[in-house]
Every structure is written in structure tokens, then in C-alpha cells.
């Protein structure tokens, strides 16, 4: 029973270890693909890290380090591919949790389409200071739907550090866009006597 439950362990370290590794390279691939990028900042939750991807390489880097100094040559492989699929949990967590605004439009998360906004699909934006930063908040109509059924809201945090070139993007991209819808000059005078 326990040489089964051996192999099962092997066996889930391995698939664990070929889906981290695709997950990693799908996320370098969305990286290298997008093309013209003007602006990146990092965006995780530690110090804009992914937290939990960062966390469980820290923990696995401390652990092989006890394994390495004990010289528990047995538990080598085990460290080893725990090591790697925290590294590449971490790249692809790292690269997932990056913004990017390019030239094509607002990129918050590489792996979900979804999450990646044209420029020309932008209705109106808002700004809001926030502890160390401040807040976008885009609001854009989605292809192909109703201007009610397609109305969709995206958060941007922004460091300070960021925000004056960020600033400069969108205004040069959106405010221009903004100026042209002219309000139709109405003559109210002219309809009141009719």
C-alpha cells in the first residue's frame, strides 16, 4: 500500500510540475506578444508581488535549504520539483498580476482576455486618489453587445511613482477621443418660440 501511495506522490509531483511549466510559458507566450508597451508596473498584493506564489517559493526555498544542510540526499528530487514548480508559479504569477498600457489599449492581466481593454471601446474614465497611488476607473462597452447590456467598469490602481506617465497616456489617448463628441449647439430660444 505504501509503494502505491509513493507512486501517486510522484505521480501528482509530475503532472504538478508539467502544469506549472505550461502555465509559466502560456504567460511568458501572452507576455511577448503584446506588442508596443509604453507603460508596465507591477501589481501583486505583496509589495507588488502575487502573494501566494511568493510565499510557497519562500517556504520551499527555507525547507531546501534545511534539506540541503542535513544533506538528506534522498529528498533531493522532491525539493527540487517543489523548487521548480514554485519558481514557476511565481513567474506566471508575476506576470499575470503586472499592468501594461500599450499603445492598442489597458492590459490588467495577461493570461484573461477579458481583462484586456481597447482603447476605442473607453466611454468615460474617473479618477480617484488613494493611499499611495490613485484609482482609474474605466468605463467601456463591450463588442458586439447593447450599450446597456455591454457596460463593463475597470480598476486600475496606480503608484505614485506611475502616475504622471500614465497620465500623459491616457490623456493623449481618451481626451482627444472626449473633445471631438461635440455637444450640438441648441438654441433654447428659438425652440421655446416654436
Do not use: C, H
Not at 502555465?23 to 505583496?46: E, P
Not at 482576455?113 to 499611495?132: H, M
Request: glycine letters at 6%.
Amino acid at each position: 500500500m505504501e509503494e502505491i501511495l509513493a507512486i501517486f506522490f510522484r505521480g501528482v509531483i509530475v503532472l504538478f510540475t508539467v502544469a506549472s511549466t505550461l502555465l509559466a510559458g502560456y504567460s511568458l507566450q501572452n507576455k511577448l506578444r503584446l506588442r508596443k508597451v509604453r507603460l508596465s508596473w507591477r501589481a501583486g498584493k505583496l509589495q507588488g508581488y502575487p502573494l501566494f506564489a511568493t510565499i510557497f517559493l519562500g517556504i520551499i526555498l527555507g525547507l531546501s535549504t534545511i534539506v540541503l544542510f542535513q544533506q538528506e540526499t534522498t529528498r533531493f528530487p522532491i525539493f527540487i520539483a517543489y523548487l521548480w514548480i514554485g519558481g514557476m508559479w511565481f513567474i506566471a504569477s508575476y506576470l499575470a498580476s503586472k499592468y501594461y498600457i500599450t499603445d492598442y489599449g489597458i492590459v490588467k492581466n495577461i493570461n484573461e482576455p477579458s481583462q484586456t481593454i481597447p482603447w476605442f471601446q473607453i466611454l468615460d474614465y474617473v479618477e480617484r486618489p488613494k493611499k499611495g497611488g490613485v484609482e482609474y476607473l474605466f468605463n467601456y462597452s463591450e463588442m458586439d453587445k447593447t450599450l446597456i447590456d455591454g457596460y463593463q467598469q475597470l480598476k486600475l490602481f496606480v503608484p505614485e511613482n506611475k502616475y504622471n506617465a500614465v497620465k500623459k497616456i491616457v490623456s493623449l489617448k481618451l481626451e482627444n477621443k472626449f473633445e471631438e463628441d461635440d455637444i450640438p449647439n441648441i438654441d433654447l430660444k428659438r425652440i421655446q418660440e416654436e
